[in-house]
T-cell receptor
Framework: GNSVTQMEGPVTLSEEAFLTINCTYT??????LFWYVQYPGEGLQLLLK?????DKGSNKGFEATYRKETTSFHLEKGSVQVSDSAVYFC???????????FGGGTRLMVKP | SAVISQKPSRDICQRGTSLTIQCQVD?????MFWYRQQPGQSLTLIAT?????????ESGFVIDKFPISRPNLTFSTLTVSNMSPEDSSIYLC??????????FGEGSWLTVV
C-alpha cells in the first residue's frame, strides 16, 4: 500500500534560516504529492502540490520538487519567518484525486 | 478551489452522547472524505462518502460508531456515537476539486469529558 515518511520534529530554527523538511513516499503508479500546513489552533491548508515527476510546487516562498527517482518531495524555504511556525504534513493521493495518505507531520518552530 | 464549511467548529461533549458534524461544500463534488486527527497525531481516513451509496469505511472504523450520510453532492454528515474521551479529536471533511486537488474544512474540534 501507499505510505509517506517525514522527518520527525520538532524542527527549531532561527528567523531567516534555511528550511528543509524531508519527505519520502512509497506508492504504486504515479501519485500526486502535496504539502499541507496546520497553524496552531487551525485546520489544514494546502501549501503546494505536484502532480508528475520533476514538477515543482511553490507557494509563499516554499518549494518542493517531485523526484520520482528518489521517491521524494522535500519541502524547502530559503528564509523562514516566525509566522511559518506550524505543523507541516506531506501527503500523496492516487491520480484520481482520491483519499490522501499522510505522513506523520513535522512541527516547525521559528524563533526570532 | 472549493470552500468547505464545517459545523460545529468546536464542542465539548458528555461521555456516552452522540454528536453530528455537518460538512457543506460550495460546489458539487463526487467524493467526500472524513478524517480524524487525534491530539498530536497525523490524519487518518475514517471513510469515503459517495452520494447515493453507502460510505466505505477504513480498517478500524465501523458504521455503528461513525454513521455517515451523503444526501446530495454538496453535503455530508458524520456522527460520532456513544462518545468516550478517546474520541476527542479534530474531525475533518475533505473533497476533491478540479485538478484533483484535495481541500479540507477547518475541522470540528471535539473534546469528550
Amino acid at each position: 500500500g501507499n505510505s509517506v515518511t517525514q522527518m520527525e520534529g520538532p524542527v527549531t530554527l532561527s528567523e531567516e534560516a534555511f528550511l528543509t523538511i524531508n519527505c519520502t513516499y512509497t506508492a504504486t503508479g504515479y501519485p500526486s504529492l502535496f504539502w499541507y500546513v496546520q497553524y496552531p489552533g487551525e485546520g489544514l491548508q494546502l501549501l503546494l502540490k505536484a502532480t508528475k515527476a520533476d514538477d515543482k510546487g511553490s507557494n509563499k516562498g516554499f518549494e518542493a520538487t517531485y523526484r520520482k527517482e528518489t521517491t521524494s518531495f522535500h519541502l524547502e524555504k530559503g528564509s523562514v519567518q516566525v509566522s511559518d511556525s506550524a505543523v507541516y504534513f506531506c501527503a500523496l493521493s492516487d491520480n484520481a484525486g482520491n483519499m490522501l495518505t499522510f505522513g506523520g507531520g513535522t512541527r516547525l518552530m521559528v524563533k526570532p | 478551489s472549493a470552500v468547505i464549511s464545517q459545523k460545529p467548529s468546536r464542542d465539548i461533549c458528555q461521555r456516552g452522547t452522540s454528536l453530528t458534524i455537518q460538512c457543506q461544500v460550495d460546489s458539487q463534488v463526487t467524493m467526500m472524505f472524513w478524517y480524524r486527527q487525534q491530539p498530536g497525531q497525523s490524519l487518518t481516513l475514517i471513510a469515503t462518502a459517495n452520494q447515493g451509496s453507502e460510505a466505505t469505511y477504513e480498517s478500524g472504523f465501523v458504521i455503528d460508531k461513525f454513521p455517515i450520510s451523503r444526501p446530495n453532492l454538496t453535503f455530508s454528515t458524520l456522527t460520532v456515537s456513544n462518545m468516550s474521551p478517546e474520541d476527542s479529536s479534530i474531525y475533518l471533511c475533505s473533497v476533491t476539486a478540479a485538478g484533483n486537488t484535495i481541500y479540507f474544512g477547518e475541522g470540528s474540534w471535539l473534546t469528550v469529558v
